[in-house]
C-alpha cells in the first residue's frame, strides 16, 4: 500500500498560544511556519510517501506553496484535532496507510520518518517526550481513530489494543521534541534543529540549549520500541 503524510496546521498567529507570554503573535506565526517547514523538508526526504500534505484553518497561506504540498482547508465544522484529521484523512479518499505529523517538530529528519515506516505494525505510535504523539502511522488509514491531547500516546495505545491491532510505540529524537512552551525552545539542541527554525529562532532572539562537540549524524536517534503489543 501507498503511504500518505497528513500534518494538521493551525491558522498562523493563533497556534502555539501557551508561547503567547514570551512571543509576540506575528513571532509565534514565523516561528509555526518555520518548523512546519522543517517537518515537510523532513517529509520529503523520506523518499517514500505518495503523498505530503498540510491541513490549516481557511485559505491556504501563499507560503504553503514553496513547500511543494496538497493543501486541504480544515473543515470549520470540525470540532478538535481529531475530528479534522478524520475529515482531511476521508477527503484525501484512499484507503492506504496514513502518517500523522505534527508540524510542531523543529529537529525531525528523513531518517526519523523512515524509521516510523519501517515498522511492520498495523500502528506505530511515535511518542513526545511529554506523552503526546509526534507521529502516528495507520495501516490502513482507519484503523483506529485518533486521540490526541493529553497522553496522546497511551490512548492510541489502548484504541489499538481494543481492535486487536498490533502496535509498536517508538523513541525517536525528531519525533519526541515538539514545542509547546518556552522551555522546550531553550531545550533544544542547535545542532539538532531544522534551519527553517533555526533562522526563525535567531530572527526572534531566542536563544536554544548549548551546542553539542558533534553535530548529529544520520544514524544519531535510534528508535527505541518502548512497547509492543497484539
Given amino acids: 500500500m501507498a503511504v500518505h503524510a497528513l500534518v494538521p496546521f493551525q491558522r498562523p498567529g493563533t497556534g502555539k498560544s501557551r508561547l503567547a507570554p514570551a512571543l509576540t ?6 516561528l509555526a511556519h518555520a518548523m512546519l517547514a522543517d517537518v515537510v523538508a523532513a517529509l520529503h526526504a523520506a523518499e517514500t510517501l505518495a503523498t505530503i500534505t498540510v491541513m490549516t484553518p481557511g485559505d491556504p497561506a501563499e507560503r504553503l506553496a514553496a513547500l511543494e504540498v496538497a493543501v ?3 473543515d470549520p465544522r470540525s470540532t478538535g484535532l481529531d475530528a479534522s484529521v478524520r475529515s482531511a484523512a476521508d477527503g484525501l479518499r484512499t484507503t492506504d496507510e496514513l502518517l500523522v505529523v505534527m508540524a510542531d517538530l523543529p529537529c525531525l529528519t528523513g531518517v526519523d520518518v523512515g524509521r516510523v515506516l519501517a515498522a511492520a505494525d498495523a500502528v506505530v505510535i511515535a511518542r513526545t517526550d511529554d506523552g503526546g504523539t509526534g507521529g502516528l502511522l495507520r495501516r490502513p488509514h482507519n484503523r483506529i481513530a485518533t486521540a490526541f491531547g493529553h497522553d496522546s500516546a497511551q490512548a492510541h495505545q489502548s484504541l489499538a489494543r ?15 521534541r515538539d514545542v509547546d512552551v518556552i522551555d522546550d525552545i531553550r531545550q533544544l539542541n542547535p545542532d539538532d534543529v531544522g534551519p527553517h527554525t533555526a533562522a526563525a529562532l535567531e530572527a526572534i532572539g531566542l536563544p536554544t540549549g548549548s551546542r553539542s562537540h558533534h553535530p548529529r549524524g544520520p544514524d544519531d536517534g535510534e528508535s527505541v520500541p518502548a512497547a509492543t503489543s497484539r
Fill in 25 to 30: 503573535s506575528r513571532e509565534r506565526a514565523e
Fill in 162 to 176: 481494543a481492535v486487536g491491532a498490533r502496535t509498536s510505540v517508538v523513541t525517536l529524537d525528531g519525533f519526541r
Fill in 72 to 74: 486541504v482547508a480544515d
